[in-house]
């Protein structure tokens, strides 16, 4: 099960912090990513943090923005975004790699909007 937590409403340049709680696994042993999902707009990737932490990935659009990081004594993912923009408002999934094929479980979303 993976539950969200951190979006809201931000001004333009603001910054949220987002967290996911994962039970039911061994999360130290799964890949863990981020997705969102705007109106109108098919979901997309925005980052992604391998079991152990040694590979990270993020979608051109939020490099140097965004920060993704987890703590696996916590069972715990974190999305730190910073200088927020309007196109960054969605719906963010927390999402798993259960079988080592690709991101095959979301959590239900939080919804993040930044205003002009």
């Known amino acids: 099960q993976l539950v969200e937590s951190g979006g809201g409403l931000v001004q333009t340049g603001g910054s949220l912090r987002l967290s996911c709680a994962a039970s039911?696994?061994?999360?130290?042993?799964?890949?863990m990513g981020w997705f969102r999902q705007a109106p109108g707009k098919e979901r997309e990737f925005v980052a992604g943090?391998?079991?152990?932490?040694?590979?990270?990935t993020y979608v051109d659009s939020v490099k140097g923005r965004f920060t993704i990081s987890r703590d696996d004594a916590k069972n715990m993912v974190y999305l730190q975004m910073n200088n927020l923009k309007p196109e960054d408002t969605a719906v963010y999934h927390c999402?798993?790699?259960?079988?080592?094929?690709?991101?095959?479980?979301w959590g239900q979303g939080t919804q993040v909007t930044v205003s002009s």
């Open positions: 999402a798993a790699d259960l079988r080592g094929m690709g991101y095959d479980h």
């Open positions: 039911g696994h061994t999360f130290s042993a799964i890949d």
């Open positions: 943090v391998s079991r152990g932490g040694g590979r990270i």
